[in-house]
């Protein structure tokens, strides 16, 4: 409370330029159709206490989740904020981890998914199971939107309920002999799903990463792509462009080389382009723009970050046709009876949804949505810029990494929460590689994003 106290004193006497009023989030604020929610103050649920029980089945436990480390990032950050906010229950914390989106979602599209609903109490609009690799109309619209001209058709395309849930089906098409290569850092779910599979040896403590995985490690000093002249071939590689945790987006030249090094190696590229309307330069939003690609790449999608569809769940997935396994099969055959059985299809409201956000009123919609989170980038870039720290990423993507050199990620993320109570994600999260940085989400509330920068300005002026 004290903290709390002195804290507020503090912001109100700080000259930061973000005390001044700022037009910047208004015109959203005025548009949006929903009121945005009150969440100011983050308050996590307690985690339940286990029942302790003495009883045990026989069954043994899956060695490969044996094998996975302490939990999945996002759950022990969860975790740490619980913590912290026992310790200071009056805090107002502000969660700038988890990249979760905070804006509502344009009317636009929500009215086609209210209509598609209502509909489902008629008869004639009354619809259940649908097509498992999504509805034609959709697929013909995210192949005429974001794949114009590459030469990707409706067929190519396999609609879903959200890209991490595309990129575990993945594993399972691919199975548990396969080498895989990830950017170090990167998202969890790719290492956690190839240890799931089974594809990895276990963790190495001594250098934070599990065996049998290649880590391309990805730093200022290369860019943010990684020396494939010292990456050892893999079947698979994981590829994220805009990259989360790191902010960057790989050039057409360095994807020419990354396809290239894929061919040469008779690899598949796992493309992950859920950022990739972020981009606002000339680098490629889609694999499939480099030539040669669909031999050698399918890529997994979302209308998540796009149209704050992170709890409503649609993303998709294409497998060009042209994809083969070594023994001249269609990688999209396995991957389309894969989704038969692991999966019934979207939700038909969701993608009715996903329908809205593809007609140019939802295109304008999301494009504005992208432009205020993208705002929010440029606050925090300039804030941390401004205190002296080294800050990538951010004009490409939502994510802001900031540079801590030689101090230890979980540090530098529980001083940040001690002293400020924001919550930040720690580099090191995302793989050894992101030791020494912090990522910073710029999805948030204006007035969220401009009260978390007076707090870092206030901590490390
Ligand atoms: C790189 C990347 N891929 C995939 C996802 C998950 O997307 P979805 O919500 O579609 O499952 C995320 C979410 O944060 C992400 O950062």
């Not at 015109?27 to 996590?44: E, F, H, L, Q």
């Not at 804006?103 to 199971?129: C, F, H, N, Q, W």
């Not at 974001?146 to 991490?164: C, M, N, P, Q, W």
């Not at 046709?321 to 894969?338: T, W």
Request: proline share 5%; net charge neutral; glycine share 8%.
């Amino acid at each position: 409370m004290a903290l709390q106290n002195h804290l507020s004193t503090a912001i109100a006497s700080s000259s930061s330029a973000f005390l001044a009023p700022s037009n910047l989030g208004s015109s959203r604020a005025s548009n949006a159709s929903v009121p945005a929610k009150k969440t100011g103050a983050v308050r996590c649920v307690a985690v339940p206490h286990e029942e302790k029980t003495t009883y045990k089945t026989k069954v043994s436990r899956n060695a490969n989740m044996a094998k996975l480390q302490a939990g999945y990032l996002f759950p022990e950050i969860a975790r740490r904020k619980a913590t912290h906010l026992q310790k200071y229950p009056d805090a107002k914390v502000i969660s700038l981890g988890i990249g979760d989106t905070t804006e509502p979602i344009p009317d636009v599209i929500t009215s086609g998914m209210a209509k598609r609903s209502y509909a489902l109490s008629t008869l004639e609009g009354y619809s259940g199971y649908g097509a498992e690799q999504g509805e034609k109309p959709l697929r013909a619209a995210i192949a005429s939107t974001f794949y114009r001209d590459l030469g990707i058709g409706e067929e190519d395309i396999f609609v879903s309920d959200g890209a991490k849930c595309d990129i575990s089906r993945l594993q399972v098409a691919f199975g548990s002999h396969v080498t895989m290569a990830v950017q170090d850092p990167s998202y969890p779910a790719y290492v956690d799903s190839s240890v799931i599979m089974g594809q990895t040896g276990l963790f190495q403590e001594d250098i934070g990463k599990y065996a049998k995985i290649e880590y391309m490690k990805c730093t200022p000093e290369n860019g943010f792509f990684p020396d494939l002249s010292t990456v050892a071939r893999t079947d698979i590689i994981f590829f994220c462009s805009p990259n989360n945790p790191t902010g960057s987006a790989a050039t057409r030249e360095q994807l020419k080389r990354l396809v290239k090094f894929a061919k040469d190696n008779g690899s598949i590229i796992v493309y992950d382009s859920a950022y990739a309307l972020y981009v606002s330069d000339d680098n490629p939003r889609s694999i499939f723009e480099i030539p040669g690609a669909k031999e050698v790449a399918l890529e997994t999608s979302s209308f998540s970050k796009y149209a704050g569809f992170t709890g409503v769940r649609l993303g998709w997935t294409v497998v060009p046709k042209e994809l083969l396994f070594s023994d001249g099969f269609p990688v999209a055959k396995d991957f389309s009876r894969i989704v038969c059985t692991c999966f019934n299809g979207a939700s038909n409201i969701a993608q009715a949804g996903g329908l809205a956000c593809l007609s140019p009123e939802g295109l304008s919609a999301m494009r504005e949505v992208i432009g205020f989170y993208k705002e929010n980038t440029e606050i925090i870039m300039d804030t941390f810029s401004s205190l002296g720290f080294k800050v990538y990423g951010g004009k490409n993507a939502p994510y802001v990494w900031v540079h801590f050199p030689g101090r230890s990620s979980w540090d530098v993320f529980s001083e940040i929460l001690e002293k400020t109570h924001v919550v930040t994600t720690p580099g090191s999260g995302f793989g050894p590689g992101g030791e020494g940085f912090v990522r910073v989400s710029a999805f948030g509330h204006r007035d969220n994003i401009l009260e978390a920068c007076r707090r870092f300005k206030q901590l490390y002026k």
